[in-house]
């Protein structure tokens, strides 16, 4: 199985910026596609970034709300994926979660079958 763990996250003012990571483990064989997706109180699971991991290109996709403010990258000798978050704004408060799947979908939540357990990112106005 694949164990996926997220830290970083934590309280930021609107404007600041905040780096997530999310470590990949227990299994030898990488899920072709990782992603971040973030949920806030009361809403749907949101879409964020994804990025190739299987594959050698490193194609990253970003959800409109947060192009240009935030990269998504990886470190597939580490087995690390990060989130680099900049211009925080007030509405990307919410529990970020890291997650992967097979590489067919990148987009809905139903595209990724391993989940980390989310962390805590909070904006203040």
């Known amino acids: 199985q694949v164990q996926l763990v997220e830290s970083g996250g934590g309280l930021v003012q609107a404007g600041g910026s905040l780096k997530l990571s999310c470590a990949v483990s227990?299994?030898?064989?990488?899920?072709?596609?990782m992603a971040w997706f973030r949920q806030a109180s009361g809403k749907e699971r949101e879409f964020v970034a994804a990025?190739?991991?299987?594959?050698?290109?490193?194609?990253?996709y970003y959800a409109d709300a947060v192009k240009g403010r935030f990269t998504i990258s990886r470190d597939n000798a580490k087995n690390t994926m990060t989130l680099q978050m900049n211009s925080l704004k007030p509405e990307d408060a919410a529990v970020y979660y890291c997650?992967?799947?097979?590489?067919?979908?990148?987009?809905?939540?139903?595209?990724?079958?391993?989940w980390g357990q989310g962390t805590q990112v909070t904006v203040s106005s």
């Open positions: 990025i190739s991991w299987g594959r050698t290109d490193g194609k990253a």
């Open positions: 227990g299994r030898t064989i990488s899920p072709y596609t």
């Open positions: 997650a992967g799947g097979s590489g067919w979908g990148v987009s809905r939540p139903n595209d990724y079958a391993y």
